[in-house]
């Protein structure tokens, strides 16, 4: 299978792709697929994955992130409908917003404050499901959504502001840990592996979705923190900061429709692929494995 590849690496280095880029069914387009999409042979899937993902960059990019979540999506499923492809919307548990059902079903409409500073990427992504859905009943587009829930891994960046990998730079580099509030908020953390697979089911079948993809174990932060200061082996403290206005104190997916649909479920377990994300951090960090976390260099 041939994959054209269109980013115009606003939160994403370009070498993420360098296993893939001399892959001689590979085609990197470097666009913003907010001004114009165009592929001139015939497509079978077209999967609209752009958007900033962090807090830190749909803060600081709120105009991009709403045109990505709009206007975007609609270039997608434009060049889907020109070629009768099928279309996958990377929408994101966030369009639950500061849920009040819990663990939460597709079914569950939402509970997102539109005008405070998340509302950026929420309502983006609400308003891209809408539109998802319109050329489905109306152009009778073969759509699928899936809602994706906070996911992690390898080749994230170290300054993402996303938990995760704030977490272990901090501790690999033995700076206090900074969780937000007093940590008591839950979050439901998917490895990128299983997330993968997921999608790729979902992509690979009829069902229209929405469909919650991610992991049901469900961890406090200040547990996801004390986590991976064990994993590192680091000596940094937990420091308290903040928390973020509008910051949901609970996310938990309900997988049931995964299971019986795909036959899919996570895989990966939170202290294998965590470990695996620390590996690579460590590499990317420049830290040996004589120089751990809480030593000193000779």
């Not at 590979?26 to 077209?46: A, G, K, S």
């Not at 993402?160 to 953390?189: H, Y």
């Not at 420091?239 to 997988?255: L, Y």
Request: charged share 20%; with cysteine.
């Amino acid at each position: 299978m041939a994959v054209v590849c269109m980013d115009n690496f606003v939160t994403g280095p370009p070498a993420n792709l360098n296993r893939v880029m001399e892959r001689d069914h590979f085609r990197m387009v470097r666009t913003d697929v907010t001004t114009f999409i165009h592929v001139p042979e015939p497509v079978d899937y077209v999967v609209h994955m752009a958007s900033p993902a962090s807090p830190v960059d749909y803060l600081n990019l709120p105009i991009q992130t709403l045109k990505v979540g709009s206007i975007g999506t609609m270039h997608g499923l434009g060049l889907a409908k020109e070629k009768g492809a099928r279309f996958l919307l990377a929408s994101t548990s966030e369009v639950y917003g500061d849920p009040q059902v819990h663990p939460q079903p597709e079914s569950y409409w939402g509970h997102v404050n539109p005008v405070g500073p998340r509302g950026v990427y929420d309502e983006a992504k609400r308003f891209a499901e809408a539109l998802t859905m319109a050329y489905r009943r109306y152009h009778g587009v073969d759509t699928a959504i899936v809602r994706i829930f906070n996911t992690y891994g390898p080749r994230m960046r170290p300054n993402d502001g996303r938990a995760i990998p704030t977490f272990i730079r901090q501790a690999l580099t033995s700076n206090p840990i900074t969780v937000a509030g007093d940590g008591s908020q839950t979050r439901s953390v998917c490895y990128a592996d299983d997330l993968i697979d997921g999608i790729t089911r979902l992509l690979l079948s009829d069902h229209p979705g929405p469909m919650n993809i991610g992991n049901p174990h469900e961890l406090t932060v200040l547990e996801l923190a004390e986590t991976i200061q064990a994993l590192t082996g680091t000596s940094s403290p937990i420091s308290f900061v903040k928390r973020p206005e509008d910051d949901p104190m609970v996310r938990q997916p309900d997988i049931a429709l995964a299971k019986a649909t795909l036959g899919w479920e996570p895989a990966v377990n939170l202290a294998d692929g965590l470990g695996r994300t620390i590996d690579w951090f460590r590499e990317e960090l420049g830290l040996t494995a004589e120089f751990q976390p809480g030593t000193t260099k000779a």
